[in-house]
């Protein structure tokens, strides 16, 4: 999308937060469920390689996932985007350009968070933007303003450092040795070099649904 169809970023309202008014601050979710069923998903795409490997992948399973979208990606990719909705995935906000926000008043994080979710909805623009993910997992203010603009706030409680590509062998190895129940997967489909995470998924899912688990939504794990 060239720069000129971007929509125009304009100060929105600050959003100003108390101490001891209104309800207490957020917390990033990290379990579904206290059964054995698992919540993948992926940060920092969509990416014109990986992610339509991974959607390929996800559909050849029947799993469904969380795809936390980097707006400056999303405005590169919005085919990408229509593709993951189409699939019924479900939409994450992982802020426009992968900053850290951890310092920031909570009116610069709403106005960042608000753009994002305006350029993912120009490429699917009914689609539901129901979670947020801040980058680096450096929260601050960010899981109050998030949950403020009717995003929840996800975290994880099993990351496997797919950043740092360890090969496939050992990616699977520590999926299948970290999985609790209920647990919420950090995994990578943008940000560089995801193609062992996508084999490692292809592997992992039909493994893991041997042992028992099953893989869920945050909606639909009989969890709220």
Request: aromatic fraction near 6%; charged fraction near 20%; glycine fraction near 10%.
């Amino acid at each position: 999308m060239p720069p000129s169809t971007q929509p125009r970023h304009t100060p929105y309202p600050a959003v100003t937060l108390r101490l001891g008014i209104g309800p207490p601050p957020a917390r990033p979710v990290e379990v579904i469920d206290t059964g054995q069923v698992l919540c993948l998903t992926f940060d920092d795409g969509p990416h014109p390689v990986h992610t339509p490997r991974l959607l390929d992948v996800l559909a050849a399973h029947d799993v469904r996932a969380i795809f936390f979208l980097q707006g400056s990606q999303v405005v590169k990719h919005p085919d990408l985007v229509r593709r993951i909705t189409a699939a019924g995935h479900a939409l994450g906000n992982h802020s426009m350009r992968h900053d850290d926000m951890s310092t920031w008043a909570a009116g610069r994080i709403a106005s960042d968070l608000l753009q994002t979710n305006a350029v993912i909805r120009q490429a699917v623009p009914y689609a539901r933007v129901g979670y947020f993910r801040a980058p680096y997992g450096a929260w601050g203010q960010t899981p109050t303003v998030a949950a403020a603009l009717g995003m929840r706030p996800m975290g994880w409680r099993l990351a496997v450092t797919d950043w740092e590509p360890p090969g496939t062998d050992e990616l699977l190895r520590r999926l299948t040795d970290g999985t609790v129940p209920g647990a919420v997967v950090l995994l990578h489909d943008g940000g560089g070099d995801r193609s062992q995470t996508v084999d490692a998924v292809d592997r992992f899912v039909p493994s893991a649904r041997t042992a028992g688990w099953r893989f869920a939504l945050p909606d639909s794990s009989g969890r709220h």
